[in-house]
């Protein structure tokens, strides 16, 4: 008979890998993993190489400009092309410097060049201080390095939407035009920008510059994100633990959303988890569903926790109102009434009407509430409000926020608002 302790194919924790039943491998599904092929972009992919290829005949690359939606590939497409190229570079001896730079993070004139000047130098940390050089100081500082080391850099700026609005767009200029005092070395540079009008902001000569190639890459439909997904499927989960069903699913849910492949992995993700919390042994249909309402209160959530406080009390005289009612539909004036009780009673600074009316229609736009102009005739034109949140939804979110649950309980005690109360708290 065999020995169960000590036989090699038994193991102590052979009874807790059920926890690791579905995922395989993860990372595989997170938005920063770059896979080693992407389909539907072989010939964006295609084009960006022949543009760079010069590089690795000592040639400066053409700058590039990518634009598209968020989640179409633009980040991970130029950084797995910096990983390609830089092995290229290595294998064949070439000097190429590829850096990344996420404009978001780093959107200072400053902060830029300093990032650049790290690809060339690993000293120039200790040789530049963080801050405080006058920035054409820091721009010589880099032309020195840069010849020094001679070769090419690819420079990713990505988000660099972020940058112009931020720093405008001057160091752009200069970066651009690096080249013409550059002896020994060339940049080139790939911008990338979720906003597809980013161009029309930018001095025509940065345009120029900048675009001297452009691609734009065009958001995925239901078929292509779920191809997508399917690859991914394969590196992240066991065989047959995800039902086919599930990845059509999260496919079709995120090209209703513009075909962001991030939002589709992230449900896939999320409904992985949910099963797996659950112990169930395979990925059905049923966990897309609470994954998209996992995604979305959190997404509410965000939005209804960071609103200004004036923000916070005409969006809570709605909820009161329409708690008061049968139908829910209400005025701007109804609002504004409940709104200065609230600012009575919570010493907040009372705006006007029409600024309350502003507000209103901030709020509609966030999609917390529906608002429609209707024509009184005669009596101008008011507005028709409504809640657009699920109000079981609502109650959860509202319930963890101190402002609101202040409002709420001082309005139970001082019971002024008739019956509404309390269908909501
Ligand atoms: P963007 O920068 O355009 O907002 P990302 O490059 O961050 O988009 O892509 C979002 C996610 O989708 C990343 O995880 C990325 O790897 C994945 N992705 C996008 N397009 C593809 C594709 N064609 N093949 C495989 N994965 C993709
Ligand atoms: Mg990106």
């Known amino acids: ?3 169960s302790q000590n036989s090699s194919d038994s193991n102590i924790f052979d009874s807790l890998t059920h926890k690791e039943r579905i995922f395989k491998n993860r990372e595989a599904l997170s938005s920063t993993y770059i896979p080693l092929y992407f389909p539907h972009r072989e010939e964006e992919i295609n084009n960006i190489a022949h543009i760079l290829k010069p590089a690795l005949h000592g040639s400066r690359p053409s700058n590039i400009l990518i634009y598209g939606q968020t989640g179409t590939g633009k980040t991970a497409i130029a950084k797995f092309i910096c990983e390609q190229i830089t092995k290229k570079a290595q294998s064949e001896n070439k ?9 978001k993070q780093t959107n200072t004139p400053y902060g830029i060049l300093s990032n650049i000047g790290k690809t060339y130098s690993k000293e120039w940390e200790k040789q530049i201080p963080s801050a405080g050089w006058r920035i054409d100081k820091v721009y010589s500082k880099l032309k020195q390095k840069a010849n020094e080391n001679g070769g090419i850099a690819i420079i990713v700026l990505d988000e660099i939407d ?12 200069h970066l651009t035009g690096l ?4 002896e020994n070395s060339k940049i080139s540079i790939i911008g990338i920008s979720n906003d597809v009008k980013f161009t029309s902001w930018l001095d025509p000569r940065v345009k120029s510059r900048l675009g ?7 958001p995925y439909n239901a078929p292509q994100i779920e191809d997508i997904l399917y690859n991914r499927s394969k590196i992240a989960f066991y065989e047959n633990v995800v039902e086919p069903l599930v990845i059509s699913y999260c496919s079709s849910k995120a090209a209703q959303e513009h075909g962001d492949v991030r939002k589709a992995l992230d449900l896939l993700r999320i409904s992985a988890e949910l099963a797996e ?11 897309v569903n609470l994954a998209q309402n996992v995604m979305e209160s959190d997404q509410v959530r965000n939005i209804i926790s960071t609103l200004p406080i004036q923000h916070k009390a005409t969006f809570a005289s709605i909820i009161i109102n329409q708690g008061s009612r049968e139908k829910g539909q209400q005025t701007t004036g109804e609002v504004y009434a409940t709104y200065t009780r609230i600012c009575n009673k919570f010493k907040l600074e009372e705006l006007s009407q029409r600024r309350v009316g502003h507000i209103i229609s901030e709020l509609d736009m966030q999609g917390l509430i529906h608002a429609k102009i209707v024509s009184l005739g005669r009596q101008g034109r008011t507005k028709f409000i409504n809640l657009a949140i699920d109000t079981k939804q609502l109650k959860s979110i509202i ?3 101190s402002l609101f ?12 608002f008739g019956s509404m109360q309390l269908r909501l708290i």
């Open 162 to 173: 972020a940058l112009v609005s931020k720093s405008g767009d001057d160091i752009l200029y």
């Open 405 to 416: 649950t202040d409002i709420f309980e001082e309005i139970v005690k001082s019971n002024k």
């Open 277 to 287: 919390r659950e112990e169930r042994e395979i990925v059905t249909a049923k966990y």
């Open 399 to 401: 319930q963890n926020d």
């Open 212 to 218: 001297e190639e452009a691609l734009a890459f065009s």
């Open 95 to 103: 000097k190429i410097h590829t850096s990344y730079i996420n404009c």
């Open 1 to 3: 008979m065999k020995e």
């Open 179 to 182: 080249n013409s005092d550059l």
